[in-house]
């Protein structure tokens, strides 16, 4: 079983809808990451977190929320989904000691028409 | 500012041949460290190295070798006998330790492809 795995991997959506993508983890990690990719671009960081009580913004927040459920568990919401938020959505994971590598989902192809 | 570039967008070779993949990076910190994932063509992002910024070793993983040079400040990545399994959309990353959050700054990746 994937370490992180991200539901759903492919979703296809229409704009004004709500959308949720669940990213949970058994690596034990205590800190989480969304972050979104789109063609000939890096990733961009959506939001993170270093605990179950602890959100941030990342470059990119506006049109996002979050939810730190668990420890394992930490959820992206799009309130109203709008076309240009159409992307490839990483979920990551990471130790809690200093500058430690990123391990990531399978990531989740969202459209949105 | 702290920045990545990986001025290659796409690099295409042939089966076998050796190919190199440039990233250079900014940072006023003296502690940081560097990063280098691999997207092949199913999506996932996958971890091959970190190093920080006092190990100026360079490093050898069977065909894959890193070349960390602070001087011009760059971490290239060069594979040895390249493969078709070896295409993939190649990123490199950088991290400061004076940063709290320790977050990851990207460059936008090269694009390798091997044709057989």
């Known amino acids: 079983d994937a370490d992180v795995t991200q539901t759903p991997r492919n979703r296809i959506t229409k704009t004004g809808k709500r959308i949720m993508l669940e990213c949970s983890q058994t690596k034990g990690h205590d800190r989480m990451y969304w972050y979104r990719q789109d063609p000939g671009l890096g990733l961009r960081l959506i939001y993170y977190s270093f605990d179950v009580k602890d959100i941030n913004k990342g470059e990119i927040s506006d049109g996002y929320s979050v939810s730190r459920q668990a420890q394992a568990k930490f959820s992206l919401s799009l309130e109203s989904a709008i076309p240009n938020q159409t992307a490839l959505y990483f979920c990551?994971?990471?130790?809690?000691?200093?500058?430690?590598?990123?391990?990531f989902g399978d990531g989740t192809r969202l459209s949105i028409l | 500012a702290q920045k990545v570039t990986q001025a290659q967008t796409e690099i295409s070779v042939v089966e076998k041949e050796d190919v190199t993949l440039d990233c250079v990076y900014e940072?006023?910190?003296?502690?940081?460290?560097l990063f280098w994932y691999k997207q092949p063509p199913s999506g996932e992002l996958v971890f091959l190295i970190r190093?920080?910024?006092?190990d100026e070793q360079n490093e050898i993983s069977g065909r894959y070798s890193w070349n960390f040079q602070k001087s011009t400040s760059s971490f290239n990545f060069t594979i040895t006998a390249s493969q078709v399994v070896d295409s993939a959309v190649y990123f490199c990353a950088l991290s400061e330790a004076e940063d709290s959050n320790y977050q990851l700054i990207w460059g936008a990746g090269t694009k390798l492809i091997i044709k057989p």
């Open positions: 990551a994971t990471s130790d809690y000691t200093e500058n430690q590598p990123q391990h």
């Open positions: 940072t006023r910190d003296t502690t940081y460290y």
């Open positions: 190093r920080n910024s006092f």
